[in-house]
């Protein structure tokens, strides 16, 4: 009876992993829509509902709060959502300084493909983020729901390969099944020693071009996708980032060709000056 107990937690946790990195490509472009959580009304996501509706049907997987999705998302929405249940601090206070939110029963109510939790390497509460990683692995493990794990990083860390590696190795250790962390020299080592999927995070925003360059070398390094919020929802057009993203990352599209496609959606939506 054990046994056959873990084979289906396994399956169930596969067969989430599956509706958030696409099967026929091994990739994914997630949205990352949580930053209210701890930034407030964050620019360009101030009424998310409007922000998420024209984006949904470009994107594979929406991350965000309990409360988003169930003012800001229809219930007809398809797509997979993972879950952001870490929080309990704001920009105005230690940011590190987080705990578990919510709940796995939560999370299963509300059709998660998948939970989120921020940990916080080389920081003051490291161990109590650590912790709480851990202790969501098991929670979801005992249900099937796989765990992302958010390397955040503070002011005082460095981004660079030895860091993240550590990061995301411990991230890995501790039972998450994805990881999620920011691009940096040297990204392949980060990639490879870390045994689970890695995704990328899009940061703050940047040109366009730039953020279409950041998710071509994340790939081409071993990332399997972003999970990108501010360059996509803050761009002069969402839609066309969000497009140029995806080719990007499921059709290998090169830098040029994606930022052309960005160039003629945002053209296309800018209305013409009558005669």
């Given at each position: 009876?054990?046994?056959?107990e873990i084979?289906?937690?396994?399956w169930g946790?596969?067969?989430?992993?599956s509706r958030?990195?696409?099967?026929?490509?091994?990739?994914t472009?997630?949205?990352?829509?949580d930053?209210?959580?701890?930034?407030?009304?964050?620019?360009?996501?101030?009424n998310?509902?409007?922000?998420?509706k024209?984006?949904?049907p470009?994107?594979?997987?929406?991350?965000?709060?309990?409360g988003?999705?169930?003012?800001?998302?229809?219930?007809?929405?398809?797509?997979?959502?993972?879950?952001?249940?870490?929080?309990?601090?704001?920009?105005?206070r230690e940011?590190?300084?987080?705990?578990?939110?919510?709940?796995?029963e939560?999370?299963?109510?509300?059709?998660?493909?998948?939970?989120?939790?921020s940990?916080?390497v080389g920081?003051?509460?490291?161990?109590?983020?650590?912790?709480?990683?851990?202790?969501?692995?098991?929670?979801?493990?005992?249900?099937?729901?796989?765990?992302?794990?958010?390397?955040?990083?503070?002011?005082?860390?460095?981004?660079d390969?030895?860091?993240?590696?550590?990061?995301?190795?411990?991230?890995?250790?501790?039972?998450a099944?994805?990881?999620?962390?920011?691009?940096?020299?040297?990204?392949?080592?980060?990639?490879?020693?870390?045994?689970?999927p890695?995704?990328?995070?899009?940061?703050k925003?940047?040109?366009?071009?730039?953020?279409?360059?950041?998710?071509?070398?994340a790939i081409?390094?071993g990332?399997?996708?972003?999970?990108?919020?501010?360059?996509i929802?803050?761009?002069?057009?969402?839609?066309?980032?969000?497009?140029?993203v995806?080719?990007?990352v499921?059709e290998?599209?090169t830098?040029?060709?994606a930022?052309?496609?960005f160039?003629?959606?945002?053209?296309?939506?800018?209305?013409?000056?009558?005669?």
């Open positions: 009876m054990l046994s056959e084979v289906t937690l396994d946790i596969k067969n989430r992993l958030i990195i696409r099967p026929g490509t091994g990739r472009v997630m949205l990352a829509v930053h209210g959580y701890f930034q407030g009304p964050t620019t360009g996501l101030e998310p509902r409007e922000t998420i024209p984006l949904i470009y994107a594979d997987c929406l991350m965000l709060t309990r988003v999705l169930r003012t800001s998302v229809g219930a007809e929405c398809d797509l997979p959502v993972v879950l952001r249940v870490s929080g309990g601090t704001s920009i105005l940011l590190s300084n987080e705990g578990i939110i919510t709940s796995v939560e999370a299963i109510r509300l059709n998660a493909a998948g939970m989120a939790l940990i916080f920081s003051e509460y490291e161990r109590q983020t650590l912790l709480n990683l851990s202790k969501l692995v098991n929670m979801g493990e005992r249900y099937g729901i796989p765990v992302l794990a958010v390397t955040a990083v503070g002011r005082e860390m460095t981004r390969a030895r860091y993240l590696a550590l990061a995301c190795r411990i991230a890995a250790e501790l039972g099944h994805l990881v999620k962390t920011y691009y940096c020299d040297d990204f392949q080592k980060v990639v490879g020693g870390c045994p689970v890695v995704v990328i995070a899009g940061g925003k940047i040109p366009e071009r730039d953020a279409l360059q950041l998710a071509y070398d081409h390094a990332a399997v996708g972003v999970d990108m919020g501010r360059n929802f803050q761009s002069e057009s969402p839609v066309g980032m969000i497009k140029a995806r080719s990007t499921h290998n599209a830098v040029d060709e930022y052309d496609l160039c003629k959606v945002r053209n296309e939506s800018v209305p013409s000056s009558s005669a």
